[in-house]
């Protein structure tokens, strides 16, 4: 009884196989290179809420994971392919014949985006950001909310020169210039006068002042930017500053210059923690 002659792989067996293993590493890459995006988008967004408190939106901390998820699945693919296009060479080598096999790689690929697209999917829709009349409408609580005065005061959970010290240090961490620091209260020990401590710490940016002097050159009275760190005659330390949109109201800024001076109310946050 005659054997049966193995299959004598060509060339063309060879190449297509490779150009079969090129276009998994390709889809391998586009995996991680979507995956990257989505991480940093969820980190994005995580640095604009720092920035700006004051405006509302929606949680996308899952996207990180999403994103995670993304990379190692690309990750994943990649060594796959890599273990397939050897074996497939091996199987050509001995004469072996399958390329009626249906690819579980593609199957099990397939599969593992569908169910993550379904769960990006259910999460957007269920995380969307806030209508722009609800935002109107927090802009609206915002103004209401500053003093007639125009001045925010919060509570530091440090002392003045601890308060101090922290923005000196957060400033420089953000390459915030630091023109100056008004230390009222030496300067009244010095006149021999008695006055609990008050520093005026004045900061800014050329890049974000000049566009605002700019538009409304009357800005320059308010500018550089100003955080007033006193203590009571409790002893409790506060941090004093103006508050951007009464700023903005003022001086008739426009809207979009706002996050320009809006800063402040970030910086005033971190440093009270």
Partial sequence: MAMPEKYQASPADFLAVERTFLAWIRTGLALMALGFVLARFGLFLQEFNLARPDVHTASYGYSIWFGTVLILLGVLVSLLSLLRYLRLVAMLQTGAKSFGN??????????LLAVLGLAMSYYLVATRH????????????????IPENGIVRIASRHSVAETVAKLQAFLQAKNVKLFAIVDHSGEAEKAGLKMPSTKLLIFGNPKGGTPLML????????LPLKILVAEDGAGKTWISYNAPAYLQQRHNLPADLIPNIAVIEAIAAKVAE
């Fill in 130 to 145: 806030v209508s722009a009349l609800n935002l109107f409408k927090a802009q609206e609580d915002s103004m209401a909310a």
């Fill in 215 to 222: 538009a409304s050159p009357s800005v320059a009275l308010d």
């Fill in 102 to 111: 249906t690819s579980g790689l593609a199957v099990a690929v397939a599969i």
